[in-house]
């Protein structure tokens, strides 16, 4: 069953514990490559991405236990083969392995990389990086094939703090021989995790977490055990879920220093937020505010991936409110979906323009991705009357059971 159907038009009442996160764990999933041993990786989201990501580490050799939220990875029997072309082509993160194999194996072959339809995605970024650490990539009709023998220390500066490309450079540089310094390294928070995470195997990184990250090649990485910090993302979500339909929530294991611009946002809307400890209780008093600009931006700006269930609550919202997208082109297919259930926004290149309504109709609706989806999660649980969002295998990218969590907040849905 691909669809779930949303009975909306109730005010939130419950709580929920936030999952592992989905961008630190798949770097990390990656990471372990590295060690010819064993990995214990714990707090790992179960998501559908997680599943790919570990069927293309089966598929080069890697031997893999679940035991719950628990992942025991042995890397030992690594190669350097093909990876599964069914998983890698569609999710976009396979090219995270890329710098993990070189440095492990000196080679790599990857199917061309998927993932969300939002934008162009290329790697170019990625790709030159890796060639100034002495990397030789060719592009051949199926995929990319990559040779390093002897990864090099380099100077580099990305033109564009990339997530990727700061992942894939940390990566190889672990292994690489003398000095990497990554400047224009993006900061987000996923990325001093993955760096902790390096640093647990053995690694040298300095100034992870900043924009110049400084990294000294060691010999070998060792195997370690590590607990996956929550989702920044899914906790920013349910916040949003709770404007857009008002009522009260407590969300646990909320990772509140990585949220600071979602905070504000919510707070601009209306919300309260007290927070103790690691749980946060929010609750919305009447009809949310709009009529502000919000503009999506690298960290600690506002993320780009919240930006689809910041549109939802929006459409409810009191006022007109511009969202203006600065990472990714065409990360408004979702508007069109919005627009079936009621809602007013108007497009203009990187800019919607979005004017609450008093109230969403339920609709029949498609997720095209997977923010977008649970973007539709938001605005049905916001909406009268009943709605089905269709596609559900996107959401289930990277949320581990959002109907379970959707009950637990006192949405109805069937
Ligand atoms: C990661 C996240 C994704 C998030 C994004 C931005 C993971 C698995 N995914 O994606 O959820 O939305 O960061 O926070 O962690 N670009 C190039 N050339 C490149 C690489 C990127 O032009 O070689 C462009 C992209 O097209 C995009 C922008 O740079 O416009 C940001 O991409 P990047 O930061 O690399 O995002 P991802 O690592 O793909």
Known sequence: MDYLEIEGGSPLCGEVRIQGSKNAVLPILSAALQCPGTTVIDNCPDISDVASMLEILKGYGCRICREGTRLIIDAETL??????????????????LLGSLLARMGE??????????IGKRPIDLHLEALRRMGAELWEEPE?????????????????FPSVGATENVVLLAARAEGVTVLENAAREPEILELCRFLACMGADIEGAGTDTVRIRGVKELHGTEYRIMPDRIVAGTYMLLAAAAGGKVLLREVPFHQLGAVRQVLRQMGARQESSGDSLLLWCPGRSRGGFRTDTAPYPGFPTDLQSPLMAALCVADGTSVIQEHIFEARFKIAEEL?????????RDDRACITGVKRLTGAQVEAKELRGGAALCIAAAAAEGKSRICQYHYIARGYENIIRDLKDLGVVVH
């Open 79 to 96: 190669h350097s083969g093909r990876a599964p072309e069914d998983y890698a082509g569609v999710m976009r993160s396979s090219i995270m």
């Open 339 to 347: 627009g079936r259930m009621g809602a007013d926004i108007r497009i």
């Open 143 to 159: 995929g990319l094939r990559a040779v390093c023998r002897c990864p090099k220390g380099a100077h580099i500066r990305l033109p």
């Open 108 to 117: 790599a072959f990857l199917p061309y990389p998927g993932g969300c339809v």
